[in-house]
């Protein structure tokens, strides 16, 4: 028990909230990219047809994953990455995302599912494999 009360919840929940501020911004930007472009529309309409959306899905999702890994090691040098923080990222950054849920978005990259929430695991652990130690 003293183990998890002594991981970096603060940083790793305002890790997981940065993330979710860009993923925002890029649906924002994606969003009005998709409602004013017609040559953006034809290109997302083509990425989320059904073989290859999903998968486009999975990476988005695995890439959220290593991106909240990367703002944790340049921005947050003073948490010690291990095993148990990353384990740890992925409750904040699910929590996160069921807050993004909640808001009222244009166009969703990520979104709080199964799959989803396994492919940020994925992301965060591939990003976070030199600290497995």
């Known amino acids: 028990m003293y183990r998890l009360r002594s991981l970096p919840w603060r940083s790793l929940l305002e890790v997981s909230g940065i993330t979710t501020a860009i993923a925002i911004v890029l649906e924002i930007i994606l969003g009005l990219g998709v409602t004013q472009s017609a040559a953006i529309r034809e290109i997302i309409r083509f990425l989320y047809t059904p073989p290859l ?18 703002i944790l090691e340049r921005f947050y040098p003073q948490v010690l990455i291990n095993n148990s923080s990353l384990w740890a990222l992925i409750p904040c950054l699910a929590l996160t ?6 808001l009222p978005l244009p166009f ?25 130690r």
């Open 97 to 102: 995302l069921w807050l993004k849920s909640l």
């Open 53 to 70: 959306g999903i998968i486009i899905t999975l990476i988005a999702a695995a890439g959220f994953g290593v991106l909240a890994v990367y």
């Open 108 to 132: 969703v990259l990520v979104s709080i599912s199964y799959a989803n929430v396994v492919a940020v695991l994925v992301g965060v652990f591939w990003k976070g494999r030199p600290y497995w």
